[in-house]
């Protein structure tokens, strides 16, 4: 569960305590407030990981996909622009129409 914890609520050794302890456990991530604005997260260190990973993912994908985005227009160069919208224009047609 995703919490929310003010700045002011973690000096006291005892909170801090607690909300490390239920990050640990994977019980709860909290969003670090400071005057009501949300500053930070606190997540444990698996869930970090994962975002990491995450991360990586996301920016390979989309490396692959402009690599990709690349090799058609490179296949497809001899083609004006216009007649790249006319074909694509003629598919969408065709699904529309079920043939």
Do not use: C
């Not at 929310?4 to 969003?31: A, F, H, P, S």
């Not at 994962?50 to 991360?55: G, Q």
């Not at 989309?62 to 160069?77: G, M, Q």
């Amino acid at each position: 569960m995703v919490r929310d914890i003010d700045l002011k609520d973690l000096t006291n050794t005892k909170n801090l305590r607690q909300v490390l302890d239920r990050i640990k456990k994977g019980e709860d991530l909290y969003i670090l407030k400071d005057n009501d604005q949300p500053q930070a997260a606190l997540l444990s260190l698996e869930d970090l990981e994962l975002l990491k990973k995450a991360k990586v993912l996301k920016e390979r994908t989309w490396d692959d996909l402009f690599k990709n985005l690349e090799r058609v227009h490179a296949k497809n160069r001899q083609f004006s622009a216009e007649e790249v919208q006319d074909d694509v224009a003629e598919a969408i047609k065709e699904v529309r129409r079920g043939t």
